[in-house]
């Protein structure tokens, strides 16, 4: 991998859990480093440590000691209304169970990385733009005649597209997704992989962790976690 082209590189990454009197070593110095326009699977057991490496990734957790770089910078350095900006603006996250919010309709769900970074008055005057957005990414996870209906009307394989076309919202750089398939039949969870594998086509960098071995090979690099470190 050429240096230059790493989009995202974390160094001696150490996570410890305190359960009571015990401690929990769930990361124990992974190194990973993420070129521009890769896709790539985190695999490993329950309790490997690979959502808890996804969410530090992602800025959602802090890593005990190590550092994650984002097209060189630290992370760690920008304080927490930067960090908050750069989580909205950069990462696009897809969870296992969707988190939609049922009162609001589907296109409403996706708007929502949009209204999060604008204020009230910059949102009058960016929202016409913002929904036709919206809905063209509606429209790309073929869920244009869906725009209105509320995620409990939808199915399950539906409401991951939605899911997916809200972290596209603010053309993050890397999309990020914890079991993406992990809630869906094989057959609806293959209609989700091959819409990762389109937008990867069209140079989107992803990183997803699965358990499942053979979703995994669907990514171009697969990463294996065993016991908090990356086996080689």
Do not use: C
């Not at 530090?56 to 927490?80: C, H, W, Y």
């Not at 969870?189 to 960098?205: C, D, P, R, W, Y």
């Not at 053979?214 to 080689?232: E, M, P, W, Y």
């Amino acid at each position: 991998m050429n240096k230059e082209n790493f989009i995202l590189q974390a160094t001696e990454l150490y996570k410890t859990y305190h359960l009571g009197k015990a401690n929990v070593d769930v990361l124990e110095g992974v190194d990973l480093a993420i070129n521009k326009g890769e896709f790539i699977a985190i695999v490993g057991a329950s309790g490997s440590g690979k959502s808890t490496l996804l969410h530090i990734l992602g800025t959602l957790d802090k890593p005990d000691k190590g550092e994650v770089r984002f097209a060189g910078q630290n992370l760690a350095k920008l304080k927490m209304r930067k960090l908050n900006k750069f989580r909205n603006k950069t990462i696009g996250f897809v969870f296992q169970f969707y988190h939609l919010l049922d009162e609001l309709t589907v296109l409403e769900n996706v708007l929502i990385p949009a209204m999060a970074q604008k204020s009230v008055f910059g949102w009058l005057f960016s929202r016409k733009t913002a929904k036709n957005r919206a809905k063209e990414l509606l429209n790309q996870m073929g869920l244009a005649d869906r725009i209105g209906h509320k995620p409990y009307q939808l199915s399950g394989g539906e409401r991951q597209r939605v899911a997916i076309a809200r972290a596209l919202m603010n053309g993050p750089e890397l999309l990020l997704a914890d079991e993406p398939t992990g809630n869906l039949d094989s057959e609806t969870g293959n209609g989700i992989l091959k819409v990762f594998e389109t937008l990867n086509k069209a140079g989107q960098t992803i990183v997803m962790v699965t358990h499942d071995e053979r979703i995994a090979q669907r990514a171009g690099r697969i990463i294996t976690l065993v016991d908090g470190k990356i086996s080689i």
